[in-house]
């Protein structure tokens, strides 16, 4: 009904950059927030960055300064830019949205996860 489909994920080294995607369609009224998440291994799944449907932003400490989260409602697509990306970036990263589809139920929807490799 939704999908959520991430791209953009790779290897880079420590102070490199990189530019996720998220896109989302299917049965879509309306989008609210959209959001990226990251699991290291052996590690909770822990958020990165959200944004709402105004363009508020929150982001993990670990990551302001350096993460911009962005979205572009006419594609139903977020973005996670990544700069100066460290070895503790490396994870897999999950795309979220908060989506009203057709049918007025409210979900949230979950992408199958990009993998982000920050190594030397």
């Known amino acids: 009904q939704v999908q959520l489909v991430e791209s953009g994920g790779g290897l880079v080294q420590p102070g490199g950059s990189l530019r996720l995607s998220c896109a989302a369609s299917?049965?879509?009224?309306?989008?609210?927030?959209m959001g990226w998440y990251r699991q290291a291994p052996g590690k909770q799944r822990e958020l990165v960055a959200i944004?709402?449907?105004?363009?508020?932003?929150n982001y993990a400490d670990s990551v302001k300064g350096r993460f911009t989260i962005s979205r572009d409602n006419a594609k139903n697509t977020v973005y996670l830019q990544m700069n100066s990306l460290k070895p503790e970036d490396t994870a897999v990263y999950y795309c979220?949205?908060?989506?009203?589809?057709?049918?007025?139920?409210?979900?949230?929807?979950w992408g199958q996860g990009t993998q982000v490799t920050a190594s030397s």
């Open positions: 979220n949205a908060d989506i009203m589809n057709y049918f007025s139920r409210r979900s949230e929807y």
């Open positions: 299917g049965s879509i009224f309306s989008i609210y927030a």
């Open positions: 944004i709402s449907s105004s363009g508020s932003t």
